[in-house]
């Protein structure tokens, strides 16, 4: 198998120091993850739009097979590549390879294509730090096995490979087990993430809002969102909730639902307690959906007191009207800031929540 790796340039990052004061290839630290996201998001839909199946589990990076769309664009490997560059239109560095490491370090050292029959020497080649973005361990523990490698005069992936397998288990576990079989060449299939539509909404925040306002600007935000024709009844599986910066920078939470919903109560019941990890001010608040589920209408809502009927024809009704009408059809008023002196401010209109 082909693989292509893509990286932005704007979120790629020249060498840095690890904590044994040697240099290693890695990432800048990320003053914006929302903006790295949304940068990889882009590049993502941009390859996915020429059919590329996109694997994307760091910011500013993107893995797909080369083999399938050779048939669509030349029969070579240079027509895939023209195309996506094309597609993304923004400066990135590529390489092909058949595996994700070899991809990568290709990329980043300007070589199109490492053909199998030059894998063995290519990766024998590179450093052992190669593998820091590459165990998929947290940092941390990613850089003790480096280092470990380091101190035994194991500074290469072809020293790594040497060893034998006893040998890697004995001294450095799984971890190290890992570590040997991507020096050999040996790695899992891509991943590739399943396409999904955007759906997101965002609201400006004025100076100075904080606790309860918040909470109730949060609220707004689930309405919108939960209100939005693109959802078309769907349920969801994740959200993110984003904020950005008063003093710059953004910040950023994924949040996953446990089964599917299009609850209010259950969006709010989980993301109102995440507004406290939020670093500083904000000026804007962003929901964003990260997967659907199926169609709320699937969903049985059990009540005591024999007012599920009633609450179901309810949510008809409000869906009917809003399908009929608009997303604005029906509105109710969200209590903001009562006791401000500015009645603009005592609050706002919310599209009224479908009742589950």
């Excluded at 240079?78 to 597609?87: C, K």
């Excluded at 904080?210 to 693109?230: E, H, K, W």
């Excluded at 500083?280 to 049985?300: H, M, N």
């Amino acid at each position: 198998m082909e693989i292509a790796c893509v990286i932005d340039c704007r979120l790629a990052a020249p060498e840095r120091p690890g904590r044994s004061g040697g240099l290693r290839p890695g990432r800048k630290a990320l003053a914006d993850p929302v903006a790295a996201a949304e940068l990889t998001e882009a590049m993502a839909r941009a390859l996915e739009g020429v059919g590329a199946a996109v694997e994307t589990e760091r910011a500013g990076e993107a893995f797909f097979a080369v083999g399938g769309l050779r048939g669509l664009y030349g029969g070579e490997v240079a027509g895939v590549t023209a195309v996506a560059r094309r597609a993304v239109g923004i400066p990135v560095l590529i390489g092909v390879a058949p595996t994700r490491t070899a991809a990568c370090a290709a990329a980043g050292r300007g070589e199109l294509v490492v053909a199998r029959g030059r894998l063995p020497r290519f990766l024998g080649g590179l450093p052992t730090a190669v593998l820091l973005d590459r165990l998929g361990e947290r940092e941390r523990d990613a850089e003790d096995l480096v280092e470990s490698l380091g101190r035994l005069g194991i500074g290469t992936l072809g020293a790594l490979r040497k060893l034998t397998a006893d040998q890697v288990a004995d001294r450095f576990g799984g971890r190290g087990l890992r570590a040997w079989r991507i020096a050999r060449g040996e790695e899992e299939p891509l991943r590739p993430r399943v396409p999904h539509e955007e759906l997101m909404e965002e609201i400006e925040l004025p100076e100075g809002v904080a606790g309860s306002q918040l909470d109730r600007t949060l609220m707004l935000l689930i309405d919108r969102l939960l209100a939005a024709p693109a959802r078309r009844g769907r349920t969801l599986h994740g959200v993110r909730l984003e904020a950005r910066l008063c003093g710059g920078g953004s910040w950023s939470v994924d949040q996953g639902l446990g089964r599917p919903s299009a609850a209010a109560a259950v969006l709010r019941r989980l993301l109102v307690p995440r507004l406290e990890g939020l670093p500083g001010p904000a000026e804007a608040l962003r929901l964003r959906v990260l997967a659907f589920g199926p169609p709320a209408t699937d969903q049985l809502v059990m009540e005591v007191g024999g007012a599920e009927p009633r609450r179901r024809r309810l949510g008809e009704a409000v869906r009917e009207v809003r399908a009929a009408q608009g997303a604005d059809a029906l509105l109710r008023v969200l209590p903001v800031d009562t006791a401000s002196r500015v009645p603009e401010r005592w609050g706002m209109l919310a599209p009224f929540p479908e009742l589950q």
